[in-house]
């Protein structure tokens, strides 16, 4: 059975920061590329990050560049977002996904592209 289980969320105020942590199993880890995507109240589902199967390339949408880091430890089957510079319209609920990826340098934004998802963490910034 895969699982992919968040931590870290919480509530920070505006400019701090929070380590969201996602940690698989039941799945050939490194055989996936990951991401994660967000769900603020009344807005649909969108992505944040991904990183591919080998983590040597991500991606992310352009209002977290420069502030959020993806990475992963294929060796502890884990991947992590690092949120610095937190802004309000940041808050929503944060899930990690796995994508299947025959490369090991490939990534996909495309939620379609993601079988497996986690249940999400709560991320409240506010002042």
């Known amino acids: 059975q895969v699982q992919l289980v968040e931590s870290g969320g919480g509530a920070a105020h505006p400019g701090g920061s929070l380590r969201l942590s996602c940690a698989a199993s039941?799945?050939?880890?490194?055989?996936?590329?990951m991401g994660w995507f967000r769900q603020a109240p009344g807005k649909e589902r969108e992505f944040v990050a991904t990183?591919?199967?080998?983590?040597?390339?991500?991606y992310y949408i352009d209002s977290v560049k420069g502030r959020f880091t993806i990475s992963r430890d294929n060796a502890k089957n884990s991947v992590f977002l690092v949120m610095n510079g937190l802004k309000l319209e940041d808050t929503a609920v944060y899930y990690c996904?796995?994508?299947?990826?025959?490369?090991?340098?490939?990534?996909?934004?495309?939620?379609?592209?993601?079988?497996?998802w986690g249940q999400g963490t709560q991320v409240t910034v506010s002042s």
């Open positions: 039941g799945l050939p880890f490194s055989s996936f590329a």
């Open positions: 996904a796995a994508a299947p990826r025959q490369g090991a340098t490939v990534y996909t934004i495309r939620p379609v592209d993601y079988h497996y």
């Open positions: 990183v591919s199967r080998s983590g040597t390339r991500t």
